[in-house]
């Protein structure tokens, strides 16, 4: 009971971090006069970057046994480790790709125009202004700590399965979303892939005990998607 606690509280922490520290920091900025429109995407890429590696830290220091036992049966099995990955990771990519076809075609059929949601674009705009920021926050330090978050500290709060798959899979993709200015039901179908992708994600977890499996998957996700903006720019 008393482990229980410790993880609800270590979980609580986690996410108040992630989704409130960034807002503080800016309230910060703005009491002391510096307003965020003297911020350009370059300068967002390296707060953004100093922020991740922040969260990162804090995920490790909260969950390091796990991570370090995770880390060790992966040095003693690493062949098996990366047939593992490879594995999970051919799903998931076409996971990512039947997701995007359901995306556009829900999208035709409410009469909404589909193209890159709101967080691509952010995205987009701040790799094309700080590539190796964006390459050090979206592949090495964002994997660990929405792992950390999202699948890890989570299981360990709910240890039933099923509620654990589809709560993680609803919040991981659906804060990828919210907040935004596009209406509920365009702002719902942007959320399909990143909530398939989400579930996937948290059934990996289940189905490994190996919170390494999960970060190094969604680190080859989001490094493609580096590489795909950096060679369109």
């Known amino acids: 009971m008393k482990e229980k606690a410790i993880n609800i509280i270590k979980f609580i922490i986690t996410i108040i971090m992630f989704f409130f520290f960034s ?3 800016g309230m910060f900025f703005r ?4 307003q965020p429109t003297m911020f350009d995407a370059k300068d967002y890429g390296y707060v953004d970057t100093l922020l991740e590696l922040i969260y990162a830290v804090v995920i490790y220091l909260l969950y390091s046994k796990n991570m370090n036992k ?21 799903v998931f990519f ?7 076809i359901v995306t556009s075609i829900v999208g035709f059929a409410i009469g909404a125009e589909i193209g890159e ?10 790799t094309e202004s700080a590539p190796l920021m964006m390459i050090i926050s979206s592949v090495i330090l964002a994997p660990i700590v929405e792992e950390g978050i999202f699948r890890l500290g989570l299981r360990k709060v709910i ?27 365009v702002a719902l179908t942007y959320g399909i ?4 992708m989400g579930i996937y994600l948290a059934y990996i977890y289940v189905d490994t ?3 390494w499996i999960n970060i190094i998957i969604h680190a080859l996700n989001n490094l493609i998607s580096m590489l795909a903006i950096i060679t369109m720019t």
Do not use: C
Request: net charge positive; proline share 1%.
């Open 117 to 126: 949601s709101e967080n691509q674009n952010m995205i987009i705009k701040i």
């Open 159 to 185: 240890s039933n399965d099923y509620l654990f798959i589809v709560l993680s899979g609803l919040i991981f993709g659906l804060m990828h979303i919210f907040p935004t200015d596009l209406s509920l039901s």
């Open 70 to 90: 995770d880390f060790a049966d992966t040095k003693n099995s690493f062949k098996t480790f990366i047939n593992r990955v490879l594995k999970y990771f051919a």
């Open 94 to 100: 076409v996971l990512k790709i039947g997701s995007a």
């Open 193 to 196: 892939t990143y909530v398939t």
């Open 209 to 211: 005990d190996n919170i």
């Open 23 to 25: 807002r503080m920091l």
């Open 31 to 34: 009491w002391i006069g510096i």
